[in-house]
């Protein structure tokens, strides 16, 4: 494994914070800068703190510590989506439904990516890690 760029986790959550990137700028104009803004900032910062410890992987405790971030990043961009859909703000209720999942799904794999790191440190990093 030679980059963050590597790990499924990373590829998948990056995806996300594209989808809810482009989504926001559909949102009404009022919203466009509030929620819109904190949905966006908040789905980014979900791939940005595996970045982020992934540079600081040489530690095990800082790589769970910025692997936790992510994941409650993962749930703030779901309170953020909950928020927008109850107020009317989006109102595709399909694509919510399709992307409060996904958000789901994404904190359990952030989840079971922190165990997996926790029980397997000592072969960290190798291939193995690709979950």
């Known amino acids: 494994m030679k980059s963050y760029r590597d790990l499924n986790i990373y590829k998948e959550v990056h995806r ?3 989808e809810v990137h482009r989504l926001s700028l559909l949102l009404p ?3 466009l800068y509030e929620e819109g803004s904190q ?3 908040s ?3 979900v791939s940005t703190a ?3 410890g992934y540079g ?3 530690y095990k405790a800082e790589f769970i510590r910025y692997l936790t971030f992510s994941q409650s990043e993962c749930d ?3 309170e953020h989506l909950d928020f927008l859909y109850e107020t009317k ?3 595709d209720k399909d694509l919510y439904d399709k992307l409060k999942e996904k958000y789901i799904g994404l904190s359990k794999q952030i989840n079971k990516f922190i165990e997996w790191v926790n029980k397997n440190w000592n072969n960290f990093p190798s291939d193995d890690i690709n979950q």
Request: proline residues 0%; aromatic residues 8%.
């Open 16 to 18: 996300r914070a594209n």
């Open 29 to 31: 104009k009022f919203e």
């Open 39 to 41: 949905i966006r900032r």
């Open 43 to 45: 789905s980014k910062a």
């Open 50 to 52: 595996i970045v982020e």
């Open 56 to 58: 600081r992987r040489k």
């Open 76 to 78: 703030e961009t779901m």
């Open 89 to 91: 703000s989006f109102t």
